[in-house]
């Protein structure tokens, strides 16, 4: 069964430095989402991207956050200057359609910032 | 506003008996997802039910909506020490994202 890749599965990094989280879509899938979620608590939505752009960001998703399709199979999110509250697993997801199907999530990659 | 939240928060009961998980939202919706998470794992789909159904079924999982109520309720049969983990509700809020619930802990006891 096709599934959401992402690399690395755990990365500690120092306070202020960047991160690039990546993720492999399904394979004929459109939509593609970040989520997030620390320790403990819900899983947040921080944005959704289709058509090479920004469909929906939440306030969570400021400017130190940003997306990327760099090619036609991955799908990045960018940590510019992390923060120590940014530590929490970061899930890529991806749906064949607008809504009316189902997100794909993948395992997610654990962010540590120390 | 709170888009989804499940109750109750953490459920313990023993392998064989039936688990019931109820989630609750504010806005109106098209569709809703139930996923469970497996302690520090990803999410795993389990149903999508849309606001037009009113009740899905797959294998041991029973998924039932009402749009009046503003109400979805997941039941699994049977349970098993494998069911052990956290159920999640998700609901569409807004064109592009679905917003999840607080979770509820399921421990299935051997």
């Known amino acids: 069964e096709p599934e959401v890749t992402q690399t690395p599965s755990h990365q500690v990094t120092q306070m202020g430095q960047e991160v690039i989280l990546r993720c492999v879509p399904i394979?004929?899938?459109?939509?593609f989402y970040w989520y997030r979620q620390i320790l403990g608590q819900k899983v947040e939505f921080l944005v959704s991207?289709?058509?090479?752009?920004?469909?929906?960001k939440s306030e969570i998703f400021d400017d130190q956050f940003s997306v990327e399709r760099p090619d036609g199979s991955n799908f990045t999110l960018k940590i510019r200057s992390t923060k120590l509250e940014d530590s929490a697993m970061y899930f890529c997801?991806?749906?064949?359609?607008?809504?009316?199907?189902?997100?794909?999530f993948g395992e997610g990659s654990w962010l540590t910032v120390v | 506003s709170q888009q989804g939240e499940e109750d109750p928060q953490a459920l313990s009961i023993q392998e064989g008996e039936n688990a019931t998980m109820n989630c609750s939202y504010k806005?109106?919706?098209?569709?809703l997802q139930w996923y469970r998470q497996n302690s520090g794992r990803g999410l795993v789909h389990l149903i999508l039910?849309?606001?037009?159904?009113r009740e899905k079924h797959s294998g041991r999982l029973r998924v039932t909506l009402d749009t009046s109520k503003k109400s979805s309720s997941l039941l699994i049969t049977a349970s098993r020490a494998a069911d052990t983990a956290s159920y999640f509700c998700?609901?569409?809020?807004?064109?592009?994202?679905?917003?999840f619930g607080t979770g509820t802990r399921l421990k299935v006891l051997a």
């Open positions: 997801a991806s749906s064949s359609e607008l809504l009316g199907n189902t997100i794909y």
């Open positions: 394979s004929n899938h459109l939509y």
């Open positions: 991207f289709y058509n090479n752009e920004i469909s929906e």
């Open positions: 806005t109106s919706i098209n569709n």
């Open positions: 039910i849309r606001s037009n159904e």
């Open positions: 998700a609901t569409d809020a807004g064109t592009y994202k679905y917003i």
